[in-house]
C-alpha cells in the first residue's frame, strides 16, 4: 500500500475529487495547508529580498493498493497541471498496514 500527499491550489478540489472518485478511490482526506515550494536559500541569495509569504493550498491524502498508485499520480499530473509556480507537489509514501477500528480488518481490505 502507498500514501499519496498531493498538494494543489484549492480551484482544483473539485475536479480531482470527480476524477478520484471515477477512478474508484475508496477514500481521501482534505486538509486546508500554507506552505512556500521554493527552497528558501533560494529566495534570500538578493541584498535585501523579502521573505516570501506563504501560500494557501489544500493538502490531498489518500491510501491505495500499489496496483492503483501510477493511474492516480497521472491522472493527479494531469488535472491540476496549469504550467505556473505553484502549481503543487505529489509525494508517494509507503504504508506498512491499515486498520478499520470498526471491524478490526487490517491491509488492504481495511481501504475498501
Same mark, same amino acid.
Given at each position: 500500500? %502507498?500514501?499519496? &500527499?498531493? *498538494?494543489? #491550489?484549492?480551484? %482544483? /478540489?473539485? $475536479? =480531482? #475529487?470527480?476524477?478520484?472518485?471515477?477512478?474508484?478511490?475508496? !477514500?481521501?482526506?482534505?486538509?486546508?495547508?500554507? !506552505? +512556500?515550494? %521554493?527552497?528558501?536559500?533560494?529566495? %534570500?541569495?538578493?541584498?535585501? $529580498?523579502?521573505?516570501?509569504?506563504?501560500?494557501?493550498? /489544500?493538502?490531498? $491524502? /489518500?491510501?491505495?493498493?500499489?496496483?492503483?498508485?501510477?493511474? =492516480?499520480?497521472?491522472?493527479?499530473?494531469?488535472?491540476? *497541471?496549469?504550467?505556473n509556480l505553484?502549481? !503543487?507537489k505529489i509525494? +508517494?509514501?509507503? =504504508?506498512?498496514?491499515? +486498520? &478499520?477500528?470498526?471491524?478490526?480488518?487490517?491491509?488492504?481490505?481495511? /481501504? *475498501?
Amino acid at each position: 500500500m %502507498k500514501m499519496i &500527499r498531493c *498538494y494543489i #491550489r484549492h480551484e %482544483k /478540489l473539485d $475536479s =480531482v #475529487r470527480e476524477k478520484l472518485f471515477e477512478l474508484g478511490v475508496p !477514500g481521501l482526506s482534505v486538509a486546508e495547508v500554507r !506552505g +512556500i515550494g %521554493k527552497p528558501m536559500s533560494q529566495l %534570500k541569495s538578493a541584498p535585501g $529580498s523579502r521573505v516570501p509569504e506563504f501560500m494557501p493550498r /489544500l493538502e490531498i $491524502s /489518500l491510501v491505495l493498493s500499489d496496483d492503483a498508485v501510477e493511474e =492516480v499520480v497521472e491522472m493527479l499530473k494531469a488535472t491540476v *497541471y496549469t504550467g505556473n509556480l505553484g502549481d !503543487g507537489k505529489i509525494f +508517494i509514501l509507503p =504504508v506498512e498496514d491499515a +486498520i &478499520r477500528i470498526r471491524t478490526g480488518e487490517s491491509g488492504e481490505q481495511a /481501504l *475498501y
